[in-house]
């Protein structure tokens, strides 16, 4: 059974640190793009960094220069390294992958962890 495991949320002060981390356990074949969303209260889940395999980075305006994300491919684990955090930055955090399954797989899916709460206090 292939899931995403997520660690690393808590209650921090506003200019502190998180790091989250995101591993994959279960047989796959391969993964695409990982990455991080986040989804505050009344608000709709919102994209906050990609990292295509072999690909650029992307992240979302609000995080850039002080996010960043990373992946260990020997250990299927995508990382979110967040720096200056900011009280607008609280939310439940959701890694994702695109996971191609086997090599007769025709196109990934995408698995999500089950959510991590980050909170910044002021």
């Known amino acids: 059974q292939v899931q995403l495991v997520e660690s690393g949320g808590g209650l921090v002060q506003a200019g502190g640190s998180l790091r989250l981390s995101c591993a994959v356990s279960?047989?796959?074949?391969?993964?695409?793009?990982m990455g991080w969303y986040r989804q505050a209260p009344g608000n709709q889940r919102e994209l906050v960094a990609t990292?295509?395999?072999?690909?650029?980075?992307t992240y979302a305006d609000s995080v850039k220069g002080r996010f960043t994300i990373s992946r260990d491919n020997a250990k299927n684990t995508v990382y979110l390294q967040m720096n200056s955090l900011k009280p607008e930055d609280t939310a439940v955090y959701y890694c994702?992958?695109?996971?191609?399954?086997?090599?007769?797989?025709?196109?990934?899916?995408?698995?999500w962890g089950q959510g991590t709460q980050v909170t910044v206090s002021s």
């Open positions: 994702s992958a695109d996971l191609i399954l086997s090599a007769r797989a025709n196109y990934p899916r995408r698995y």
């Open positions: 279960g047989s796959i074949f391969s993964i695409n793009t």
């Open positions: 990292a295509p395999s072999g690909g650029t980075t």
